[in-house]
């Protein structure tokens, strides 16, 4: 039998690891690193450090791939998304295949909760054999963003909505709400709303040693979000980043 464990390692400070995450990781005979280019070298780095800070049995294998690229020129982004993670899923079984003889306990480390805008778990359902599933819940971006900010993500009795970029670009604020969460922007998708009663909170690098915040008035700190990413990007190749707006009430 084959056991996959996904396990939250939290947003880039490794001492966001919980017990059972490190409980986890040594309980692993193979943990899979995914490497997502050059660009994003630094996500494989932190998961190599984890490795070496917290491995203490002696056993556990090491196994890096390299990680299909999603297509985002497909018209269709629902049929570009599945074909990505049918990649991905073949990607980690020939890589389990080469290291594992159909049974054992099997390890990816997941940037922030495997269930929170992550696709490991729709991913992992895509094997066959159909594995054993664990999950390590993890500290996502959104708290670790609050926590940044010392912000309380709702009001009193009210609630809040987790949403993408590229629905509040398509779709505007949602109706009814005073509080929206933005992950997964590729861009700045808070340009196309009115900023007028809006305030957001921004980070960028949550918990690494790069870590960038800013907050205030959405008219006023837009701008400057905007020239941090740009100015971030090329900086290290890439961007992970997300955002909290709130509506005066």
């Given at each position: 039998?084959?056991t996959l464990?996904?396990?939250?390692?939290?947003?880039g400070?490794?001492?966001?690891l919980?017990?059972?995450a490190?409980?986890?990781?040594n309980a692993a005979?193979?943990i899979?690193?995914p490497?997502?280019?050059?660009?994003k070298?630094?996500?494989?780095?932190?998961?190599?450090t984890?490795?070496a800070?917290?491995l203490?049995?002696?056993?556990?294998?090491?196994?890096?791939?390299?990680?299909?690229?999603?297509d985002?020129g497909?018209?269709?982004y629902?049929k570009?998304?599945?074909?990505w993670h049918?990649?991905?899923?073949?990607?980690w079984?020939?890589t389990?295949a080469?290291?594992?003889?159909?049974?054992?306990?099997?390890?990816?480390?997941i940037?922030?909760?495997?269930s929170?805008?992550?696709?490991s778990l729709?991913i992992?359902r895509r094997?066959n054999?159909?594995?054993?599933?664990?999950?390590?819940p993890?500290?996502?971006?959104?708290q670790?963003?609050c926590?940044?900010?010392?912000?309380p993500?709702?009001?009193?009795g009210?609630?809040?909505?987790?949403?993408t970029?590229r629905?509040?670009r398509?779709?505007?604020?949602?109706?009814g709400?005073d509080?929206?969460?933005?992950m997964?922007?590729?861009?700045t998708?808070f340009q196309?709303?009115?900023?007028?009663?809006?305030h957001?909170?921004?980070?960028?690098?949550?918990?690494?040693?790069?870590?960038?915040?800013?907050?205030g008035?959405?008219?006023?700190?837009?701008?400057?979000?905007?020239?941090?990413r740009?100015?971030?990007?090329?900086?290290h190749?890439?961007?992970?980043?997300s955002?909290?707006l709130?509506?005066?009430?």
């Amino acid at each position: 039998m084959l056991t996959l464990s996904l396990i939250g390692i939290g947003c880039g400070d490794p001492a966001q690891l919980t017990r059972a995450a490190v409980d986890a990781i040594n309980a692993a005979d193979l943990i899979l690193i995914p490497r997502k280019g050059t660009a994003k070298s630094d996500l494989a780095d932190l998961r190599r450090t984890i490795c070496a800070d917290v491995l203490a049995n002696g056993k556990t294998a090491i196994a890096e791939f390299d990680l299909p690229v999603r297509d985002v020129g497909e018209a269709d982004y629902r049929k570009g998304v599945d074909d990505w993670h049918d990649a991905v899923a073949a990607a980690w079984s020939e890589t389990i295949a080469g290291h594992l003889e159909g049974e054992g306990k099997v390890a990816l480390l997941i940037w922030g909760d495997p269930s929170l805008y992550d696709s490991s778990l729709r991913i992992a359902r895509r094997l066959n054999p159909l594995p054993t599933l664990e999950v390590v819940p993890g500290i996502t971006s959104i708290q670790a963003l609050c926590a940044a900010h010392t912000l309380p993500l709702n009001d009193i009795g009210e609630p809040f909505l987790v949403t993408t970029g590229r629905r509040l670009r398509e779709q505007g604020w949602p109706q009814g709400l005073d509080t929206v969460v933005v992950m997964l922007d590729g861009g700045t998708a808070f340009q196309s709303l009115d900023p007028v009663g809006l305030h957001i909170w921004w980070g960028a690098y949550l918990g690494m040693p790069d870590q960038f915040l800013l907050s205030g008035a959405l008219a006023e700190v837009g701008p400057r979000i905007v020239m941090a990413r740009k100015e971030a990007r090329e900086r290290h190749g890439w961007i992970m980043d997300s955002y909290i707006l709130k509506r005066e009430r």
